[in-house]
C-alpha cells in the first residue's frame, strides 16, 4: 500500500481512537464514599486507649501541653455508645503541636477489622485544635478497599471529659478512590 492510499483512508477508521480515551474515562471514575467513625481515645480508666510517651517531664506530661507525644490504640466504633460494635482501631500518635497547648497534630491508621471495609485501611493526618467544634483532616492513603483513597474528614467531639482525659471524636470522612 503506498503511502498516498494511507493518506486516503476515510477518517472514520481514527474515531475509535478518539472515543478510547473518554471510554477509559467513563469505566474507571472514581467511587465516592461516606463513613461516619466514633474514636473513643482513652487515657484513663480500666480502657485506657491512649497513652503519653514523651513530653517536658516524661511520661507524666499532660496531654494538654506543648510537646507531648502520645501513642494510641483507640477503639473504632459504628456509634458514640463504647458498647456498639467496634469496626476497627485508630493506631498512631498524635502530638501537642500548639505553644498554648490547645492543639494536636495527628497521625494514624485507621485499621478495620470488622464489617464490610474489614482488611483495609485509611492514613489520616492533620491538626486537631480541640477548642473548635469541627476540625477538618486529611486521609492521605489508604489500602484495601481504599487504595489511591484522597479525602477529607470533619472531626466533631462527641464526649469529652478532661478532668479524665477521656473522649469520643466522631470522624464524618469523604473519600474519593477506585
Known amino acids: ?3 498516498n492510499n494511507l493518506l486516503n483512508l476515510p477518517s ?9 480515551p473518554f471510554l477509559y474515562w467513563a469505566f474507571n471514575s472514581p467511587k465516592k464514599t461516606n463513613l461516619t467513625l466514633y474514636v473513643h481515645d482513652y487515657l484513663t480508666g480500666h480502657d485506657t486507649s491512649a497513652v503519653t510517651v ?10 494538654l501541653h506543648f510537646g507531648t507525644l502520645v501513642a494510641v490504640d483507640d477503639p473504632v466504633t459504628e456509634n458514640p455508645d463504647p458498647k456498639s460494635k467496634q469496626i476497627g482501631r ?22 478495620f477489622t470488622d464489617g464490610e471495609y474489614k ?4 492514613e489520616i493526618q492533620g491538626a486537631d485544635l480541640f477548642a473548635m467544634e469541627e476540625r477538618e483532616f486529611s486521609v492521605v492513603s489508604g489500602t484495601g ?14 464526649m469529652l471529659d478532661i478532668p479524665n482525659l ?4 466522631k470522624l464524618h470522612v469523604t473519600l474519593k478512590h477506585y
Open 12 to 20: 472514520i477508521s481514527f474515531i475509535p481512537l478518539l472515543i478510547l
Open 145 to 158: 478497599y481504599f487504595r489511591f483513597v484522597k479525602g477529607y474528614g470533619i472531626m466533631t467531639t462527641e
Open 119 to 122: 482488611g483495609s485501611t485509611l
Open 166 to 169: 477521656r473522649a469520643v471524636l
Open 1 to 3: 500500500m503506498s503511502t
Open 90 to 111: 485508630a493506631q498512631g500518635m498524635y502530638v501537642n503541636s500548639q505553644l498554648d497547648g490547645k492543639g494536636l497534630h495527628l497521625v494514624f491508621s485507621v485499621i
Open 54 to 63: 514523651a513530653g517536658k517531664d516524661g511520661p507524666t506530661t499532660s496531654v
